[in-house]
């Protein structure tokens, strides 16, 4: 069974940072495709990063330049360092893992994805 679980969010200011950390079992991002999500009320689930089987990031076009995936195999935890936060990355942020290789890019819907953490929320105020 897939454990994802999520940890970091808070509220900030605008222009602040912060690392979200996604800590996962009876799972391993070198078997497929694991990532960031993010939803505000009303809208639906969006890609925000992504991390293919061979440890190749993709990000979303608002915030790349700003936002870091990464991971740290020994740890079994995937995180999200979020740099110069804008009140609009206001969202409840999740980790989503799949064991679908192809195709593992930011854009890449949320429906393709089987396994998720219940959320962390990300407030950024101006």
């Known amino acids: 069974q897939v454990y994802l679980v999520e940890s970091g969010g808070g509220s900030v200011q605008a222009g602040e940072s912060l690392r979200l950390s996604c800590t996962y079992s009876?799972?391993?991002?070198?078997?497929?495709?694991t990532g960031w999500f993010r939803q505000t009320p009303g809208k639906e689930r969006e890609g925000v990063a992504v991390?293919?089987?061979?440890?190749?990031?993709s990000y979303a076009g608002d915030v790349k330049g700003r936002f870091v995936i990464s991971e740290d195999n020994a740890k079994n935890t995937l995180y999200l360092q979020m740099n110069n936060l804008r009140p609009g990355d206001t969202a409840m942020y999740y980790c989503?893992?799949?064991?679908?290789?192809?195709?593992?890019?930011?854009?890449?819907?949320?429906?393709?994805?089987?396994?998720w953490g219940r959320g962390t929320q990300v407030a950024a105020s101006s």
């Open positions: 009876g799972y391993t991002t070198s078997s497929g495709c």
């Open positions: 989503a893992a799949d064991y679908t290789k192809w195709g593992c890019t930011a854009i890449r819907g949320a429906g393709y994805f089987v396994y």
């Open positions: 991390i293919d089987y061979n440890g190749v990031p």
